[in-house]
């Protein structure tokens, strides 16, 4: 079973950038790979998602300020993020699914504020 690990949150302020980072202890060359988030109080929600064939989609939300990627050389899935807002804070989390399960990684928190 592949084990994700995110990496690269932490604090920001309004009008900032982050880059989070995925390691995956297999190859993700077959799976979509997607970045999720939940903030306080709120439902776990998609953000981004890249698909093996290079392939991507975005939440209206974030369209335009993030850009999901994937290193199939190095199994890491990454999510630059810009033009942060408030609004982006919450606990970001990196999902795929192996053909039998959904897999989830422990998450890595952004907070934006001033």
């Known amino acids: 079973q592949v084990r994700l690990v995110e990496s690269g949150g932490g604090l920001v302020q309004p009008g900032g950038s982050l880059r989070l980072s995925c390691a995956a202890s297999g190859s993700i060359s077959r799976y979509f790979m997607a970045w999720y988030r939940q903030a306080p109080g709120k439902r776990r929600e998609l953000v981004a998602t890249i698909f093996s064939d290079g392939s991507t989609n975005y939440a209206e939300p974030i369209e335009g300020r993030f850009s999901i990627s994937r290193d199939n050389t190095k199994n890491t899935v990454s999510l630059q993020m810009n033009s942060l807002k408030v609004d982006d804070t919450a606990m970001y989390f990196c999902?795929?699914?192996?053909?039998?399960?959904?897999?989830w990684g422990q998450g890595t928190q952004v907070t934006v504020s001033t």
């Open positions: 999902n795929t699914y192996d053909g039998t399960k959904s897999l």
